[in-house]
């Protein structure tokens, strides 16, 4: 059973950036996709990211090409979203999901992922 822990979410002014942390316990990395997701009040849940470990392939939501990426460390088993060039609307609650050897896709939806954190809280504001 895979445990995931987020982290490293903050307040950060418009034009700053974070590193979000996904530390994924239970088994190792190489086998499992990573998602990251964000939902913000009256919104519904939207993916942003994606890995599939085993290739490496990833996955970005066009509204954060060239401002976000995804990473991975698997010594320390934790896969990270660095986030620079922050706006406003990318304020919301950041939650990793994993499941097994699944395809990252350009149409990134929660349902193939049975894993998830709770999330880490990213507001972005002057």
């Known amino acids: 059973q895979l445990q995931l822990v987020e982290s490293g979410g903050g307040l950060v002014q418009p034009g700053g950036s974070l590193r979000l942390s996904c530390a994924v316990s239970?088994?190792?990395?190489?086998?499992?996709?990573i998602g990251w997701f964000r939902q913000s009040p009256g919104k519904e849940r939207e993916g942003v990211s994606c890995m599939r470990s085993i290739d490496g392939s990833t996955y970005y939501k066009d509204s954060v090409k060239g401002r976000f990426t995804i990473s991975r460390d698997n010594a320390k088993n934790t896969v990270y979203l660095q986030m620079n060039s922050l706006k406003p609307e990318d304020t919301a609650t950041y939650y990793c999901?994993?499941?097994?050897?699944?395809?990252?896709?350009?149409?990134?939806?929660?349902?193939?992922?049975?894993?998830w954190g709770q999330g880490t809280q990213v507001t972005v504001t002057s």
């Open positions: 239970g088994s190792t990395l190489d086998s499992y996709t």
């Open positions: 999901a994993a499941e097994w050897d699944i395809f990252c896709s350009s149409y990134l939806t929660e349902t193939p992922f049975g894993s």
